[in-house]
């Protein structure tokens, strides 16, 4: 059974500089690095290593990392044939980090923004045994909406984490399956405060109520609450030591797709994905953090 995860592929520069430049200055950066990432990479990448046969959709640019991301996908073992080149650059993140930890960000979304609608139909027709369809909101609104419409015409589960946070416009909860915010994204989709864990579950009630069947929200070290047409329930999170928190919600994400896939229930699917959720934030980097399976059973236990 396959995952199919439908998002964005980025490079990310990394700038090491000692300050931030004044507007029109210049200053010499010291470092300059470069991985890969992009929410829905880093969330086929972490269903893969988490055990899963997982096709992605998406689009490189006709350019060196467009190239150098479509290796890295098939060095994954992710079947990559749903990945379209299109004129133009690959989805690059500019990071610029100062001395003192302080980053700055430019996001160019590139060939992320030329996913639509019609790609996705068509890359989803020709995959077989689709169990779970999984997007973010790093392609445009339309690709989002096409990948839960037609994943649930397939009978696949389907997954929307809502991130980054934006206006979910004319999708149609009845097709998303489960819905996964974050607390900040789940407050700002709910229009409510989740500061505790009783805000959080009016969070969830409130997203229910505007049609979302099961809605599942992740809270960092305070772990998970979910909603859903069997009830209610919350997890606390594994105890680590946190290193980088960087795309704990896309191991999480990509865990518990895989999860899903394998066809357990939710309770044990998502105690699987928080333990990956909890070991990407035990390690840095975001694909470097992602984990196996292996480190998955043994911190389940
Ligand atoms: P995001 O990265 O999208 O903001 P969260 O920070 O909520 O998402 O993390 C997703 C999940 O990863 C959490 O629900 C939790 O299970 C796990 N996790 C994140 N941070 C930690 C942490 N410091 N300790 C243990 N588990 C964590």
Redesign the pocket.
């Known amino acids: 059974m396959t995952v199919v995860v439908v998002g964005s592929l980025n490079q990310d520069l990394v700038v090491g500089l000692q300050r931030m430049p004044d507007p029109g200055e210049t200053v010499f950066g010291d470092r300059l690095e470069r991985f890969a990432g992009g929410k829905g990479l880093n969330q086929a990448v972490a269903a893969a290593r988490a055990g899963a046969r997982v096709a992605m959709i998406g689009a490189v640019g006709s350019d060196d990392a467009g190239s150098w991301l479509r290796e890295l996908v098939v060095g994954e073992g992710i079947d990559g044939s749903g990945v379209r080149s299109v004129a133009g650059p690959t989805g690059t993140a500019i990071i610029e980090v100062d001395h003192s930890g302080m980053n700055r960000i430019v996001v160019v979304a590139g060939a992320n923004a030329e996913v639509d609608a019609d790609h996705v139909q068509q890359a989803l027709a020709r995959l077989d045994e689709v169990a779970v369809v999984l997007v973010q909101h790093e392609v445009p609104g339309d690709a989002v909406r096409a990948a839960m419409r037609f994943g649930r015409a397939r009978g696949a589960i389907t997954i929307l984490n809502p991130?980054p946070a934006r206006d979910i416009g004319d999708l149609d909860p009845a097709d998303v399956d489960l819905l996964v915010p974050?607390?900040?994204e789940a407050a700002d989709l709910a229009g409510l405060p989740t500061q505790d864990l009783q805000q959080a579950q009016g969070a969830a009630e409130r997203l229910r109520g505007a049609g979302f069947r099961t809605v599942v929200i992740?809270?960092?070290?305070s772990?998970?609450i979910w909603s859903g047409p069997e009830g209610t329930g919350s997890m606390p999170?594994?105890?680590?030591t946190?290193v980088d928190?960087?795309?704990?919600?896309?191991?999480?994400c990509g865990g518990l797709a895989t999860s899903l896939a394998a066809g357990l229930p939710l309770p044990d699917a998502l105690r699987r994905?928080?333990a990956?959720?909890?070991l990407?934030?035990?390690a840095s980097g975001a694909v470097p953090s992602l984990p196996d399976r292996a480190a998955i059973d043994s911190l389940v236990g």
């Not at 992740?218 to 070290?221: L, Q, S, V, Y």
């Not at 999170?237 to 680590?240: D, H, N, P, Q, Y």
């Not at 928190?245 to 999480?252: K, L, N, P, Q, S």
């Open positions: 991130a974050n607390e900040h992740t809270r960092g070290a772990g998970v999170a594994f105890e680590v946190a928190t960087v795309a704990a919600g896309d191991a999480f994905a928080s990956g959720g909890a990407a934030a035990s």
